[in-house]
């Protein structure tokens, strides 16, 4: 399989990710149960979390496509974290901001900051110079653990 193949595949689940994310927030970020929370001092401005996941996401399919090409496509262990990397992420958003379960996301989203740390640091040798696609998610994700953490605690 090419790489515009492999990363179009990868694209795409990427983007049903974040998309089966949105239906399952029901409008959360809107909602007056979210509005009334305490929120952290530097939680950013709505459009910056759709810029920001757009962004990721699409990096994070290069960095996919590349460690596909470093390891076999099908290999188990690869498949596991994504898959794993997947569900904890879409779950996010139905533990957090549909069913209110703001420690069961915070323990979720505590997860997904984990095996992104480790899928980075697992992989710099192999990839060198394309850990660099995947910073940002890891970036990212220390800045979601610690604006969820805020609300845990905050409320």
Not at 67 to 78: A, E, P, Q, V
Request: aromatic share 22%.
């Amino acid at each position: 399989m090419n790489t515009y193949l492999r990363f179009l595949i990868f694209l795409i689940f990427n983007f049903l990710a974040l998309y089966i994310g949105v239906l399952v927030m029901n409008n959360g970020p809107r909602t007056d149960w979210y509005q009334s929370l305490a929120k952290a001092p530097w939680t950013p401005a709505n459009w910056v979390f759709g810029a920001a996941w757009t962004t990721i996401m699409i990096l994070f399919s290069f960095y996919m496509t590349q460690l596909s090409f470093k390891f076999k496509l099908y290999d188990k262990k690869i498949l596991i974290l994504y898959v794993l990397q997947w569900v904890l992420n879409v779950g996010w958003n139905l533990f957090f901001f549909n069913k209110h379960l703001i420690v069961v996301g915070l323990i979720s989203i505590v997860l997904l900051w984990l095996l992104i740390g480790y899928i980075t640091f697992k992989h710099i040798k192999p990839l060198k110079y394309y850990t660099l696609l995947i910073i940002p998610y890891l970036v990212w994700m220390t800045i979601a653990t610690s604006l969820n953490g805020y609300i845990v605690f905050a409320n």
